[in-house]
């Protein structure tokens, strides 16, 4: 059994999984700001997954973490600051646990569904924007701490982070209604040209051969995948091409199965 570890901006997804990647049991639960409650809540929806012998976990933080000490060092969207998050989660599931960043592991589940893509861009659109960058089913450079939601682009007359124009907490912010909320097509017709500025960007620097769209903006795919595609084929160029864009297969687990396909990998990397 593995433990997948998924903190959001706003809530944390815990889940067991079996050796073949099957989700056995999961729990949501709001993020607090106070790290010291988020350990105990964490600890008691661990509890009450039931009691398991697992042989990896895996940790899924939003923001810049530190590898060799399993610190998370810096949140987008959480006021926490150089957490021991590796250290308490494997003192409360008593397994080895390996720390990586949201985005970089919701992407490597996606391309694991995409055999056949060489370099898979992920954003997660959610609370925040994330990104993570898969070369050949692997996180292309783990150490690489891009913060594409952070990018400054031009918005309303000034620079500006994507991310606080074009996620979730945005379009909250601009339209009073969360995405799932939104039918208008106009409305998203405009939050499809607001993630374009971001995308034209990221195309033209990774140069990537398939786009993946997570998070729960992800999840409404549907409402303006057109809208994006139809916008980003205007500024095609000939040495950036626009690569296919596809919504995450599990944009609300991605997360998770990302945890349980890098414990697994990095498991075996230690125990080999």
């Not at 600051?81 to 308490?88: E, L, M």
């Not at 913060?147 to 007359?157: D, I, K, N, Q, T």
């Not at 620079?159 to 909320?181: H, M, N, T």
């Not at 999840?219 to 091409?241: I, Q, S």
């Amino acid at each position: 059994m593995y433990v997948g570890v998924d903190i959001g901006g706003t809530k944390t997804l815990v889940a067991t999984l079996d050796d073949n990647g099957v989700i056995v049991d999961q729990r949501k639960f709001p993020t607090s700001p106070d790290y010291a409650v988020f350990v105990k809540d964490l600890q008691q929806n661990l509890n009450e997954l039931g009691h398991h012998t697992y042989k990896a976990a895996a940790v899924a933080a939003p923001g810049r973490i530190s590898h060799d000490d399993g610190i998370a060092e810096v949140f987008g969207n959480l006021p926490w600051r150089n957490v021991p998050i590796q250290a308490d989660v494997a003192r409360l599931a008593g397994c080895p646990v390996f720390l990586e960043n949201d985005a970089n592991l919701a992407g490597l589940s996606e391309a694991m569904l995409h055999k056949d893509v060489k370099r898979v861009l992920y954003v997660t659109v959610s609370t925040g924007i994330g990104s993570g960058i898969i070369q050949d089913q692997r996180i292309d450079d783990p150490d690489n701490h891009a913060e594409a939601g952070h990018m400054l682009l031009p918005f309303e007359g000034k620079l500006q982070p994507w991310e606080s124009f074009a996620s979730g907490r945005a379009i909250v912010e601009r339209f009073g209604k969360r995405a799932s909320d939104i039918d208008d097509p106009k409305i998203w017709q405009l939050i499809a040209r607001d993630l374009s500025l971001g995308f034209l960007e990221l195309s033209a620097i990774i140069q990537p051969d398939l786009i993946v769209i997570g998070g729960s903006v992800g999840t409404y795919f549907d409402r303006y995948g057109d809208f994006l595609k139809a916008e980003l084929k205007r500024y095609e160029m000939p040495l950036v091409p626009i690569p296919p864009i596809v919504a995450a297969q599990r944009p609300e687990t991605a997360v998770v199965y990302g945890c349980f396909d890098y414990a697994k990998y990095q498991l075996a990397g230690v125990t080999v």
